[in-house]
């Protein structure tokens, strides 16, 4: 009998983790390493990543900066029109829930047209089509962003197989 039930949370335990390694999206600190900053090329930045409906974007930055994620004609121009929502304080997660294109500058006096915006496109997993790449020059480059994608699933599945294991033994 109570070999039953620890097979049942056993299972429960690793069925929810697996879901969880699957499911759960991929942070991305805008900028890495530098952050969000003056230094910092973002179109370059961005075009290594392939965004998917769940990933995160993590802005981290000294507070003489802000975030705000306005609609595109203001990023294009860098005008400082009414945000669609504004960020202060240092640490902000944004989720990006679905696909489609969203745009951010720092709100400060200049530093947008100093570099300090970000475009982001979110595409569908099983988007035939890859995004755009936001300057035409450089073609994009989806075999690393592929193997970057199936790295990290490939991570959180191993430590899932292993905290399943570990239950397993342990329950
Ligand atoms: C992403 O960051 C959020 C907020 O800090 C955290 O709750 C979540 O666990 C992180 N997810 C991953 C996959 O690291
Ligand atoms: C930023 O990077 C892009 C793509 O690599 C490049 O085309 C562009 O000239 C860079 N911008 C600056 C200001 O260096
Ligand atoms: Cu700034």
């Not at 929810?16 to 499911?23: D, G, N, P, Y």
């Not at 230094?39 to 290594?48: I, L």
């Not at 200049?110 to 790449?133: A, F, R």
């Not at 073609?139 to 397993?168: H, Q």
């Amino acid at each position: 009998m109570m070999n039953i039930v620890k097979v049942l949370v056993t299972f429960t335990v690793l069925s929810v983790t697996l879901q969880l390694a699957f499911v759960a999206g991929t942070n991305y600190t805008v900028g890495a390493p530098g952050g969000w900053d003056l230094n910092t090329n973002y179109t370059k930045w961005v075009s290594t990543i392939t965004f998917y409906p769940g990933d995160n974007l993590i802005f981290s930055y000294a507070t003489t900066h802000d975030v705000w994620e306005v609609k595109e004609s203001d990023y294009q121009t860098c005008t400082k029109g009414s945000a669609i929502k504004q960020y202060t304080g240092g640490n902000n997660v944004i989720a990006l829930t679905e696909a489609g294109s969203r745009y951010f500058y720092c709100s400060i006096t200049g530093h947008c047209g100093q570099g300090m915006k970000l475009q982001v496109s979110v595409v569908t997993k099983d988007s035939s089509s890859p995004p755009s790449p936001p300057s035409g020059n450089s073609p994009p480059s989806p075999p690393k962003n592929d193997a970057a994608a199936l790295n990290g699933i490939g991570t959180r599945l191993a430590i899932a197989l292993v905290l399943g294991e570990m239950l397993m033994f342990f329950v």
